[in-house]
Nanobody, 121 residues
Framework: QVQLAESGGGLVQAGGSLRLSCAAS????????MGWYRQAPGKQRELVAV???????NYADSVKGRFTISFDNAKNTVYLQMNSLRPEDTAVYYC???????????????WGKGTLVTVSS
């Protein structure tokens, strides 16, 4: 059983910062990719930022230059530092991981329960 535990959401004023964390636990042989998606009310879930265990990162255009993703392999944890937050960043942020529970497993996708980020104007 694999679990993703998110933390760090909350209420912040526009221009402020928040740091999200997501720790993977349970049966983990290797992690291919970890990252963050978000879903605002009435909108589809969208990619925010992802990072591979090899250090490759990818960001949505809307967050480039403001958000930074980092991946701690030793702790099986991914972080999202969010700076210069805007009201349009308000959403539920979901942690995502593509990992192999066993050495013989194919990559399997897992999702966290989500953490709410609210940016007030």
């Amino acid at each position: 059983q694999v679990q993703l535990a998110e933390s760090g959401g909350g209420l912040v004023q526009a221009g402020g910062s928040l740091r999200l964390s997501c720790a993977a636990s349970g049966r983990i042989f290797s992690i291919n990719v970890m990252g963050w998606y978000r879903q605002a009310p009435g909108k589809q879930r969208e990619l925010v930022a992802v990072a591979t265990s090899g250090g490759i990162t990818n960001y949505a255009d809307s967050v480039k230059g403001r958000f930074t993703i980092s991946f701690d392999n030793a702790k099986n944890t991914v972080y999202l530092q969010m700076n210069s937050l805007r009201p349009e960043d308000t959403a539920v942020y979901y942690c995502h991981a593509d990992m192999r529970p066993y050495w013989y497993s194919h990559g399997t996708k897992y999702w966290g329960k989500g953490t709410l980020v609210t940016v007030s104007s």
